[in-house]
């Protein structure tokens, strides 16, 4: 079916909007993390700063150990994202492939665990860690980020594995491939762009989380980066706003350069003409 | 094959042991080897200068006590509640605890934190006032050291009001409310403001102030229990803001739903004459005032209790699971040594509470209004929801959206006292049973 003229150009304006709509904050951040503290409370402020400055990252650097918190917040993160597409590949491929009561049942769990709030469960993980002696530690955080991603990683990759097409594995059974043999070969290539989007998931995911890692992380040298970020902010929800804004601006650099790497992995159609209709 | 009841069962069993010895409190986290203590200090120190401060302090200790290691660890005021209630429970809370005074009812009830009562020097104790150590007084035990403070005060614009020839107050000779109120008519006109009052938490800011007028709301019982009265006092404060933005337009209504900050570029853009923020602020204002901006810090109004206002002071606590109190408390008498206060109390822009620290000249400058806000240190008293157990639920559930409503002009005084006292008694009750 066509789309007039009218129609299409509608469509541009409420996608720019859109765009715009999303894109503000970030821009506003940009902006704020390059303005000297006297254009951070003006009336009519700008865009573009009058006097920009790069005083607000020196500040950051020197107030908090930023590189060190990133450092951390990558191995936990990219740790996590790994750990979490290995575990539930597996089980999403068990899941959608063999239907019952029970995969229903788990899905079911999977989607309703989403909604439990992290007060409710610290209390108990904290002591589990804690006896384990993984409190203040990063591995002990890994597997906290791994066990909370898991069951929307799982959700995630239960429809990717939907969407190959079966007849794809009756068709290379027929040909003589092994089970194993049509999972690595067939199977695992088709669903590149799922566990692309569903790493990319759980590293967000663990690359943004707060509240797990202010609990469970005591000393300065261990604190991922959203920790560190909450040491410019003081009592009251006062701020030292410009290296806030400039460490905050730092922080959402590695989840945007890796989803620019990767994008074209989960927007890319691989399963264009796998099947003929 | 092994069966699945069997697996289940051990699953379980698995599940307790790994809970059991948490559950026993076990922690050595304050003891090292060798004979040698390391403490934990979990500092809230957030400004630059606080930060070096507490850390500096925290080096000079260790240099001179190499058998009582101090460990400084960064927290962080956002969620501390939550960090420090899931510490506790874990049993891996930090020795040494900065809090603010408002947050410590629970701790201290709960058994989390240790009785300092015992181990309190003379000096201390005598150093500083009564009505601090109320504010960290929990039935017959003192659960923390109240050792920064700040009062709420007026910034005003200094070119403004000098020109607009209305009187200066001063400590010695503040405002009235009803003063107040028409200074800030006055001031107002042609979109300006004489005042923005930032009210995204409206309840501590209406019931601090308050006390200046008499006004205390919670009333506790000779049985103990309390209950909320809303008094002729109570209404002063509550009245006269409300009458500013509904009846006199002295005050915008855009800034109820704002923090403080949000209200300093319409002040630093001569939209407000005067905006009443904590002592604090002055840090922010000092680096974000424009080039000339000249402002002054000028006292709350007062009321038939004079200037009397609610604080909730940042203290230091010591964990109950602290297995070295003693030596806890003595690296606590350490930092607030009076000049080792003096630059705490600096590098946070706040009022130390105590009398020799506050005595300091470098807090008694005419330069960024320390002058005037030393000068309200006598007549801060603990918040009136201090120790009241249910605040918290009364104050989310019942006060704010109701002074919220009230402010906006949406409910009246009637509606507004209907529900402080009716509703808010009800939520009281379930914790005094």
């Known amino acids: 079916m066509r789309t007039s003229k009218p129609a299409r150009a509608g469509q541009y304006v409420a996608l720019l909007c859109y765009l715009i709509f999303i894109a503000f904050p970030f821009a506003w951040l940009i902006s704020t993390a390059f303005k000297p503290p006297r254009e951070l409370a003006t009336l009519h402020p700008t865009w573009i700063p009058k006097d920009p400055t790069l005083q607000n990252f020196r500040d950051a650097f020197d107030q908090q150990p930023l590189l060190h918190a990133a450092l951390n917040s990558l191995i936990a993160a990219v740790s996590a994202a790994l750990i979490a597409v290995v575990i539930a590949t597996p089980m999403a491929y068990v899941m959608a492939r063999h239907r019952s009561k029970l995969s229903t049942a788990a899905t079911g769990w999977v989607v309703v665990s989403q909604a439990f709030p992290f007060v409710l469960i610290i209390i108990p993980l904290f002591l589990i860690l804690k006896n384990l002696y993984l409190i203040n530690s990063l591995p002990g955080l890994i597997m906290v980020y791994v066990v909370w991603s898991l069951p929307f990683a799982l959700w995630m990759l239960v429809g990717y594995v939907r969407a190959v097409p079966p007849e794809l594995e009756e068709a290379a059974a027929v040909d003589g491939a092994s089970k194993l043999r049509t999972l690595v070969s067939v199977t695992a290539p088709l669903l590149a762009p799922g566990l692309v989007a569903t790493a990319l998931f759980a590293f967000i995911t663990a690359w943004n989380e707060f509240f797990f890692a202010l609990v469970l992380l005591k000393t300065p040298e261990k604190q991922t980066l959203p920790v560190v970020l909450t040491h410019f902010l003081g009592a009251e929800g006062v701020a030292d706003l410009g290296p806030l804004a400039a460490a905050a601006f730092l922080a959402t650099i590695p989840s945007l350069v890796i989803f620019a790497i990767i994008q074209k992995r989960i927007t890319g159609g691989m399963l264009a003409g796998a099947v003929k209709s | 094959m092994r069966s699945p009841e069997i697996t289940r069962r051990q699953a379980l069993a698995g599940a307790l042991l790994t809970l059991l010895p948490a559950a026993a409190g076990c922690s ?379 402010y906006s002009g949406a409910i009246d005084t009637a509606e507004l006292e209907k529900r402080l006292v009716k509703d808010g008694n009800l939520v009281l009750a379930r914790y005094q049973r």
């Open chain 2, 28 to 406: 050595d986290d304050s003891s090292g080897s060798g004979g040698k203590i390391t403490l934990q200090f979990q500092s809230l120190a957030w400004q630059e200068e606080s930060v070096a401060a507490n850390k500096e302090l925290v080096k000079e200790w260790n240099a001179a006590h190499p058998d009582v290691q101090v460990k400084y660890i960064q927290g962080s005021w956002d969620s501390v509640h939550d960090q420090l209630l899931t510490s506790f429970e874990g049993g891996e809370a930090p020795d040494i605890i900065h809090d603010a005074s408002d947050d410590l009812a629970d701790f201290a009830y709960g058994g989390y934190l240790a009785d300092l009562t015992p181990l309190l020097s003379a000096r201390l104790k005598s150093d500083i006032p009564a009505r601090s150590w109320e504010t960290t007084t929990f039935g017959e035990g003192v659960y923390g050291v109240p050792f920064l403070q700040e009062p709420r005060v007026i910034i005003a614009n200094a070119k403004w009001l000098k020109s607009s020839g209305v009187r200066i107050p001063t400590p010695d000779k503040p405002w009235s409310w009803e003063e107040f109120r028409s200074v800030t008519k006055e001031l107002s006109g042609d979109g300006k403001f004489g005042v923005a009052w930032p009210l995204k938490e409206p309840v501590s800011v209406t019931l601090n102030l308050g006390l200046s007028a008499g006004g205390e709301l919670f009333h506790r019982g000779e049985d103990g229990k309390v209950t909320v009265r809303f008094t002729a006092g109570d209404q002063v404060v509550p009245g006269t803001i409300q009458a500013q933005i509904n009846t006199d337009h002295s005050s915008p209504t855009t800034t109820l739903g704002s923090g403080g900050s949000d209200t300093l570029p319409g002040f630093f853009g001569n939209k407000y004459a005067m905006v009443p923020l904590g002592f604090s602020y002055r840090q922010q204002i000092v680096q974000q005032a424009p080039k000339g901006f000249e402002w002054m810090v000028l006292p709350a109004p007062a009321g038939s209790a004079g200037l009397a206002q609610g604080v909730s002071p940042q203290t230091l606590s010591v964990s109950e699971d602290c297995e070295h109190k003693k030596e806890a408390m003595e690296f606590v008498e350490f930092m607030l040594q009076p000049r080792n206060m003096v630059r705490l109390a600096k590098g946070d822009w706040m009022l130390p509470t105590a009398t020799e620290a506050l005595a300091d000249p470098a807090l008694h400058t005419e330069k960024d209004g320390w002058a005037t806000g030393t000068a309200l240190a006598a007549y801060l008293r603990p918040a009136p929801a201090q120790s009241v157990r249910g605040y918290p639920e009364w104050k989310d559930k019942i006060a704010t959206p109701a002074f919220q409503e009230y």
